[in-house]
């Protein structure tokens, strides 16, 4: 029966199995992985709707993942059923380091329409065009053709009502009536102005790819096999396909959108709100390893994990929904990640420590004692008559 690891990615240990010598307990690889390896928390999510749908928040649903990982034949340990891996409500994931995680944020700032309009339309272009080529501008144009009758006149009575239209608005956006009136002017003679932008929008972009390695030592162990590979790729791949509607068999065609999730690793992401947006699986690996029997001794899962908002917020507070803001970043840019002893051996690393320091402190203070002389220094004449006999000694060996 598969059930689920306490860490989805670690490779397993073969301390119990006959004839393997100084394998690590469960205990000692479970720490050394805490110690070594990058660990993401993915909660499963969904969302709920607050004062409509412009304002949501997610909410954990653990209990409503595990019965459909349970509806497959994958099963949680008792001490993870009710709240997930340390009660946080989340899957533990062990993930190669081998990309960085990165952020984008961008600002899009344009023309003012209404400005641009001044520049660029009438006032602008074709006010430059008749300037340059007649070297009238179209005040003086306007005027006349205002006095005229039928079409042309009606031309005139227009451009004149335009002008005045124009010069209202920027009087009112200068607070000069005149500044007005000479700005529209200018650029009814042909003149240009360069307007300041305008921001427009502005946007947040984030992926976190995830390479996550399942690796079984033991193909043919049912146990390991269901622990260390089948458990863990149904309990990730349940978190990217969309969820079945109807638990009867009248629409069991019928689905809808997948969990959505909250992604966490410490001193590096916190995604309130995030969804699955890619998963890869590569059964075998890139080595394409297979056993004897047809199981797959590695899968490598490549997942990808996008936010569900598209600006992140400068705030003084956080605000009602999980959008990103400046407040959560720093928050997450201040944990500091727990590095457990291994409880074998804290006692003994304690001791070691305690001894290590006794000794430094005992040789600190210590006086200086000459080394104690243990024989009587040989003349050069006595080493040269022990080196002439042993001489003496290895002819008379080899001429007998």
């Known amino acids: ?5 306490e860490i989805i990615g670690w490779p397993g240990t073969m301390h119990d199995f006959p004839g393997v010598i100084d394998a690590p307990s469960e205990a000692e690889m479970k720490y050394h992985i805490l110690r070594t390896m990058p660990i993401a928390l993915i909660h499963p999510m969904r969302q709920h709707t607050e004062m409509g749908l412009e304002v949501s928040k997610l909410e954990g649903i653990w ?7 349970e509806a497959n034949d994958v099963y949680a340990p008792t001490s993870q059923k009710a709240t997930g891996y340390n009660n946080s409500g989340a899957l533990a994931v062990m993930f190669q380091d081998i990309a960085p995680f990165s952020e984008t944020y961008t600002n899009q700032f344009s023309q003012s329409s209404i400005l641009g309009s001044l520049e660029n339309g009438i006032l602008g272009n074709t006010a430059q065009e008749i300037m340059y080529y007649t070297g009238k501008n179209i005040p003086q144009g306007l005027e006349t053709l205002s006095h005229q009758k039928g079409a042309a006149g009606g031309v005139g009575r227009a451009g004149l009502a335009a002008q005045k239209g124009m010069t209202d608005i920027l009087a009112k956006a200068t607070g000069n009536q005149k500044k007005a009136e000479s700005i529209v002017n200018a650029l009814l003679s042909g003149q240009k102005i360069d307007f300041p932008m305008m921001w427009r929008s502005s946007a947040f972009s984030a992926q976190y790819d995830l390479t996550i390695r399942l690796y079984n030592p033991m193909p043919n162990d ?3 096999y269901g622990t260390l590979i089948v458990a863990p790729l149904i309990a990730l791949m349940a978190l990217a396909l969309p969820k079945q509607v109807s638990k009867d068999n009248s629409l069991d065609f019928t689905y809808q959108w997948p969990f959505l999730v909250k992604l966490v690793i410490e001193g590096v992401v916190q995604l309130d709100a995030g969804y699955v947006s890619s998963l890869t699986v590569v059964k075998g690996g890139d080595v394409n390893d297979r056993s004897w029997i047809g199981r797959s001794n590695i899968v490598d899962l490549r997942m990808t994990i996008n936010p569900l908002y598209n600006v992140s917020l400068m705030s003084k507070n956080d605000p009602t929904s999980d959008c990103p ?4 970043e720093k928050t997450q840019l ?3 990640r727990s590095i457990p002893l291994m409880p074998e051996t804290e006692a003994a690393i304690e001791a070691a420590t305690v001894t290590e320091l006794e ?5 600190s203070t210590a006086p200086i004692q000459p080394p104690g002389t ?9 080493i040269q008559a022990e080196s002439a006999a042993a001489l003496a000694s290895f002819k008379a060996a080899e001429a007998g």
């Open 1 to 5: 029966m598969p059930v689920l690891p």
């Open 63 to 69: 209990g409503e993942y595990i019965e459909f990982l």
């Open 222 to 224: 049912e146990d390991m």
């Open 325 to 328: 803001t400046l407040k959560r």
């Open 334 to 336: 201040m944990v500091k």
């Open 359 to 363: 000794a430094r402190v005992a040789n």
């Open 374 to 382: 243990t024989s009587t220094p040989r003349s050069i004449s006595e």
